[in-house]
T-cell receptor
């Protein structure tokens, strides 16, 4: 089983749409969870950390279900600038290295 | 805003040659990392480094790889004898704290390595 699995997409949505991405992870000992954003041929940039109680940052909402080992990201009111690849990331057992999913590609069109 | 820098942005080399990729982490950070991303694939952890020692390494980081902090600012990744499959984007990252639960790893813009 892959460590972090994501639907690769692409998700093609119009501006203003709401879109949700899902992710599952295999290591039940993982302690930290993140969503990163990666633009084409650029470095990953932290979008938000994901907490057990769920958390929101503007138009972005992240949820974590430890029992199901499932993470989600909801983007409301999509903007053209949201077009990117969204990477689901967890820490490894030792708590230092980040383990990345392959990413879900989002394309927002006008 | 402080940032991680990497040089060169693109390195082309012949198979079997040695390459050194350079990174300048954020100045007050103490923990350093290398990741790689083969085109179209996921970002993969290679190694973490603290206090002039490797803290952790993945199975990818075999004997052909080495890391060094030669001075107070640079952090390097050396590949001794490059193979075609080493072609990838190599990202350096740094953090103040090694635990992802308490600190963010900041990534540099990457060095694209092409092995011919």
């Amino acid at each position: 089983r892959k460590e972090v699995e994501q639907d690769p997409g692409p998700f093609n949505v119009p501006e203003g749409a709401t879109v949700a991405f899902n992710c599952t992870y295999s290591n039940s000992a993982s302690q930290s969870f993140f969503w990163y954003r990666q633009d084409c041929r650029k470095e990953p940039k932290l979008l938000m950390s994901v907490y057990s109680s769920g958390n929101e940052d503007g138009r972005f909402t992240a949820q974590l279900n430890r029992a199901s080992q499932y993470i989600s990201l909801l983007i409301r009111d999509s903007k053209l600038s949201d077009s990117a690849t969204y990477l689901c990331v967890v820490n490894n057992q030792a708590g230092t290295a980040l383990i990345f999913g392959k990413g879900t590609t989002l394309s927002v069109s006008s | 805003e402080p940032e991680v820098t990497q040089t060169p942005s693109h390195q082309v080399t012949q198979m079997g040659q040695e390459v050194i990729l350079r990174c300048v982490p954020i100045s007050n950070h103490l923990y350093f990392y290398w990741y790689r991303q083969i085109l179209g694939q996921k970002v993969e952890f290679l190694v973490s480094f603290y206090n002039n020692e490797i803290s952790e390494k993945s199975e990818i980081f075999d004997d052909q790889f080495s890391v060094e902090r030669p001075d107070g600012s640079n952090f390097t990744l050396k590949i001794r004898s490059t193979k075609l499959e080493d072609s990838a984007m190599y990202f350096c990252a740094s953090s103040q704290d090694p635990s992802p639960s308490t600190d963010t790893q900041y990534f540099g813009p990457g060095t694209r390595l092409t092995v011919l």
